[in-house]
């Protein structure tokens, strides 16, 4: 079960806080990267859409996210199955009621589930580029901040039925992920995959007889560019969240810098390579996938692996992630613009799957050892794919009966920014006439 430092020190508090202020940097990242990996006449619509799904997220999640995530030995409803307790969902007041927000743990954890579900809702944008309405848009981040998020994350972290599967079984240390890996990543992106499925295609996509068409984004700077701020985003998010809920010190930080770099270094570079060698030349795209799909795989191994094993993973998510890219779009037919479900879905379950292979994590006393610990990494990969992505895209899928998604063909043909914002991200385009070239 994960545990929190019998003394959380006023240093370890700072540290936290700080760490946690660099986040938005992520958000911004992935920002920038769903937009580059866009159409020009959506981008502004994509940056829009980012920055109402991020203060919806907030709002609901003040509302009552963490009254349902919680936090581990606060009040949590609790069933008893075969003379075991299991939690399953906490009992805390909405709005935050009673909650002193003095750096205490349980505030941090607040503080943190506030930016990092804001984190989750970027995510599917990238999978319904081009296509998903804004109020749509608005109302699925409703489903994920109230509902989906905080139910998972409670689970995890805050001290629910996965992270019990040490106490009540012995499974090592229950199920672990130090930053995200599963509560951020993979349930944004299975959100993504809900949110492709439920919106199919973009027009023009696929052809008669079901061959995928490329349609390249439109700005590799702003891919690139969110890519390094992302880095950032991530140091903050994988040291908060090993710091709050996984035990470890503020020295400790340094081993997860060191890890979350090498593990996007590794993974961008084994997709860049990958690219190499199929296409005759690197892909740029398929590359910063591969960069964020090893920091999604990091989130969860970064505090318990060495820096060679951290690279190791990474390599292994650069493969995986470009390889499912052609997979979902050649075999499964879904079309995923921004790469949103490889990255963070595949990239996320295979850093959950990794604590189990490769990491180190210490058991408390009273668990059997830590020989359980990959099959406590399993269980929870399980119910994410079991039951996180059903309900997910039963609640999308009740939505879209509801209030359709996808915006109506003549939009999607005038494009987003002008059909829903009314004016493009790039409204003109300067062309200097001869005289300044003339000599």
């Not at 860049?272 to 030349?281: D, E, H, L, P, Y």
């Not at 191994?301 to 779009?329: D, H, K, N, Q, Y």
Request: proline share 5%.
């Amino acid at each position: 079960m994960p545990v929190s430092t019998p003394f959380f020190s006023d240093t370890a508090a700072a540290f936290c806080a700080a760490f946690i202020f660099m986040i938005p940097l992520a958000i911004a990242g992935l920002t920038l990267i769903n937009t580059g990996l866009g159409r020009t006449r959506s981008a502004a619509h994509l940056m829009m859409s980012s920055l109402c799904a991020v203060s919806i997220a907030a709002l609901v999640y003040l509302v009552c996210g963490f009254a349902w995530q919680g936090f581990a030995g606060r009040p949590a409803h609790v069933l008893t199955v075969g003379g075991k307790g299991w939690n399953w969902i906490a009992a805390e007041p909405f709005f935050w009621r009673h909650l002193a927000l003095d750096g205490s743990p349980a505030s941090l954890a607040a503080l943190f589930g506030m930016v990092s579900v804001g984190l989750a809702a970027i995510i599917p944008l990238g999978a319904g580029a081009d296509r998903w309405r804004l109020s749509g848009i608005c109302a699925s981040t409703v489903l994920l901040a109230g509902c989906t998020f905080p139910l998972f994350a409670h689970w995890v972290w805050g001290g629910g039925w996965l992270a019990q599967l040490g106490e009540n079984y012995g499974l090592g240390r229950g199920f672990v992920d130090a930053g995200g890996s599963s509560t951020i990543q993979a349930v944004g992106g299975l959100t993504a995959l809900s949110i492709a499925w439920i919106l199919g295609p973009r027009r023009g996509k696929y052809t008669n007889d079901g061959m995928p068409s490329a349609i390249p984004g439109h700005n590799a700077v702003l891919v690139v560019f969110g890519c390094l701020l992302a880095l950032a985003g991530w140091w903050g998010l994988n040291s908060a969240g090993a710091l709050l809920f996984s035990g470890v010190g503020p020295g400790e930080t340094v081993r997860i810098g060191v890890n979350t770099m090498l593990s996007a270094a590794a993974s961008a570079l084994m997709a860049a390579v990958i690219t190499q060698t199929r296409f005759g030349k690197p892909d740029v795209s398929l590359t910063a996938n591969g960069w964020v799909g090893g920091l999604a795989a990091s989130s969860a191994t970064c505090a318990f692996v060495r820096p060679a094993e951290a690279a190791a993973i990474g390599i292994l998510a650069g493969m995986l992630v470009t390889l499912s890219v052609e997979w979902f779009e050649l075999r499964m037919s879904v079309d995923d613009p921004g790469g949103s479900i490889s990255a963070h879905a595949m990239g996320g379950l295979w850093g959950v799957l990794s604590v189990g292979l490769f990491g180190r994590v210490a058991a408390p006393s009273s668990a059997g050892g830590n020989s359980g610990q990959w099959l406590a990494q399993v269980v929870g990969i399980a119910t994410l794919i079991g039951f996180v992505l059903p309900l997910t895209y039963g609640l999308n899928w009740l939505l879209n009966r509801i209030h359709p998604q996808r915006v109506a063909p003549e939009g999607e043909h005038q494009g987003m920014d002008l059909h829903e914002l009314g004016a493009g991200a790039y409204p003109e385009f300067i062309t200097h006439s001869d005289e300044f070239t003339q000599r």
